[in-house]
């Protein structure tokens, strides 16, 4: 179920990256609102406001995306942990993409 959320957040947060011409960094400085270099439960609140997604996603939910950003499990998410996780996500949404289209009749067929 955190395949979905991942899916629309990653792709929210790359539009919001590509139309406004901030990289990741900057999303994430501007989402770490006391400026510790880590992101909390509330911040992380807000990266799912910005992604439109706040009010849709349960406590469940939402500690099950959490818990997946925060690779050392410390309660916080670092830049590299966010990055990390968003790139990951995003080259696996890539080959999963990459395979439907080459296992697709059209692929088989040369109609592609």
């Known amino acids: 179920m955190t395949s979905f959320l991942w899916l629309a957040c ?6 919001m990256v590509s139309s406004r011409r ?5 999303l994430f400085r501007q989402v770490d609102e006391d400026s510790s270099g880590e992101l909390d439960h509330n911040e992380v609140h807000v990266l799912l406001r910005l992604a439109r997604l706040e009010g849709q996603v ?11 950003l925060d690779e050392n ?3 916080s998410i670092t830049y590299v942990e966010f990055s990390r996780a968003i790139k990951k996500r995003m080259l696996k949404a890539n080959a ?3 395979s439907q289209s080459i296992s697709s009749p059209e692929a088989e067929e040369g109609n592609l």
Request: charged share 25%; aromatic share 14%; net charge negative.
């Open 96 to 98: 999963m993409s990459q």
């Open 22 to 26: 901030i990289s990741l960094l900057e």
């Open 10 to 15: 990653s792709a929210s947060w790359l539009k």
């Open 58 to 68: 349960d406590e469940t939910l939402f500690q099950a995306f959490f818990d997946e």
């Open 73 to 75: 499990s410390d309660g």
